[in-house]
């Protein structure tokens, strides 16, 4: 039997390993900046979006009103062509059921696309009942004489009307409603 020897000890450094080039050590991530950026993100947001609110919503109520306004004035010009078309059918007279909401709307149907336009926001198209029956060139200033009106509380502090002449036109509430009260019919600022 052969004798092996153990082998030998060794207490120091462990021998050198194979030589790489530099590698430099990865950065450890930085976590806490992100967190900054995104604090910082949330505070601007909730500092800055009030904010535009606060500028935009009164701008976006205005526009809101102005549409309505506009919606309500074209229909109301609708309503006084069809009075004309009416007229036209009809000896270049009224109808008869001027004065009276729902019976005028029957009488113009036929000359209305819609019933909508006549029923804006639900509120009926209102007319002057002296006109009833009046032939069209009896009426001494068309462009001035009101022929139809609407109040709304959508589109207050507006009211739009139309002259016998079948222009339309966006009137302060007031004016109108002071014309009506006075029984003069006439187009304010007319």
């Known amino acids: 039997m052969s004798h092996i020897?153990?082998?030998?000890r060794f207490d120091g450094p462990p021998p050198p390993g194979p030589q790489y080039p530099y590698q430099p050590q990865p950065k450890k991530s930085s976590n806490s900046v992100w967190v900054v950026v995104g604090i910082l993100a949330v505070v601007g947001l909730c500092v800055v979006v009030p904010i535009l609110a606060a500028i935009l919503f009164?701008?976006?109520?205005?526009?809101k009103i102005?549409?309505?306004q506009t919606y309500a004035l074209s229909n109301m010009k609708q309503c006084a062509t069809a009075v004309v078309i009416y007229q036209a059918d009809y000896d270049d007279?009224?109808?008869m059921e001027m004065g009276q909401d729902d019976a005028?709307?029957?009488?113009?149907?036929?000359?209305?696309?819609?019933?909508?336009l006549y029923?804006?926001?639900d509120t009926p198209t209102q007319s002057n009942p002296n006109l009833a029956g009046t032939?069209?060139?009896d009426i001494a200033d068309p462009q001035g004489?009101?022929?139809l009106y609407k109040f709304s509380d959508q589109i207050d502090p507006s009211a739009v009307c139309a002259a016998a002449d079948s222009s339309a036109k966006k009137v302060t509430r007031s004016d109108l409603e002071l014309e009506i009260s006075s029984n003069s019919w006439r187009i304010p600022g007319r």
């Open 66 to 68: 102005a549409a309505r």
């Open 104 to 116: 005028l709307y029957t009488s113009l149907e036929p000359y209305l696309k819609n019933r909508d």
């Open 5 to 8: 020897p153990p082998p030998p």
């Open 119 to 121: 029923y804006t926001f």
């Open 93 to 95: 007279k009224f109808p």
């Open 145 to 147: 004489t009101l022929m």
């Open 135 to 137: 032939v069209a060139y």
């Open 58 to 63: 009164p701008v976006l109520a205005q526009s």
